[in-house]
Nanobody, 129 residues
Framework: QVQLRESGGGLVQAGDSLRLSCAASDVSERTFSNYAMGWFRQAPGKEREYVAAISIRGETRYYVDSVKGRFAISRDNAERTLYLRMNRLNAEDTAVYSC???????????????????WGQGTQVTVSS
């Protein structure tokens, strides 16, 4: 069973940057390369939000409007790791960030949020204003 583990969260000030990582274990590079990956976040009292997604080779990338131009999703299949670079953070970005995986139908596929079936435990990002 593939395990996902996030890291890189923390307490930062508004305007700062962070890079989150999501490392997959118990999976070969070849298998990891077949997973479309996504980042989600959930703030206290709010619904989980689909923040970003990336197709199996990175050709297709999705961002929720509120992070476009500030966040960048990427992946290193050889390292079996997913990243989320977050710039110009603000208080509204405060949340628990989780990565998720879904076996992709094709190289360009972006899963629906409901299709993800592997999840990490999450990492807290807190932005002070």
């Amino acid at each position: 069973q593939v395990q996902l583990r996030e890291s890189g969260g923390g307490l930062v000030q508004a305007g700062d940057s962070l890079r989150l990582s999501c490392a997959a274990s118990d999976v070969s590079e070849r298998t990891f390369s077949n997973y479309a990956m996504g980042w989600f976040r959930q703030a206290p009292g709010k619904e989980r939000e689909y923040v970003a997604a990336i197709s199996i080779r990175g050709e297709t990338r999705y961002y929720v409007d509120s992070v476009k131009g500030r966040f960048a999703i990427s992946r290193d299949n050889a390292e079996r790791t997913l990243y989320l670079r977050m710039n110009r953070l603000n208080a509204e970005d405060t949340a628990v960030y989780s990565c998720a995986a879904h076996l992709a139908r094709d190289i360009h596929y972006k899963p629906l949020s409901s299709e993800y079936d592997l999840w990490g435990q999450g990492t807290q990002v807190t932005v002070s204003s």
